[in-house]
Nanobody, 119 residues
Framework: QVQLVESGGGLVQAGGSLRLSCAAS????????MGWYRQAPGKQRELVAA???????NYGNSVKGRFTISRDNARNTVYLQMNSLKPEDTGVYYC?????????????WGQGTQVTVSS
């Protein structure tokens, strides 16, 4: 059973920065992809960023150039550095780990951490 512990959410003014972290407990679940999704009120959950073991990363269009995802394979930890935050970045951010590819696989989710960006 994979357990994910998220940290780093909070309230920040527009233009500010936040850093999210997610640590996955060791298990027999082989983690290929680590990433972050977010869900705003009344909207569907969407990809923010995801990263493979080799460092190849995918970003949602709305965060390209502002957010950076990274991971520490030895610690099973993924980070999301969020800069130049905008009010539309507000939402619950969920850590995701996947056994599979960027497109499909077996997913495990964190409990979510709230990010609120004030204007």
């Amino acid at each position: 059973q994979v357990q994910l512990v998220e940290s780093g959410g909070g309230l920040v003014q527009a233009g500010g920065s936040l850093r999210l972290s997610c640590a996955a407990s060791p298990s027999i679940f082989s983690i290929d992809i680590m990433g972050w999704y977010r869900q705003a009120p009344g909207k569907q959950r969407e990809l923010v960023a995801a990263i493979a073991r080799d460092g190849l990363a995918n970003y949602g269009n709305s965060v390209k150039g502002r957010f950076t995802i990274s991971r520490d394979n030895a610690r099973n930890t993924v980070y999301l550095q969020m800069n130049s935050l905008k009010p539309e970045d507000t939402g619950v951010y969920y850590c995701n780990v996947r056994r599979g590819t960027f497109d499909a696989g077996i997913d495990r989710w964190g409990q979510g951490t709230q990010v609120t960006v004030s204007s």
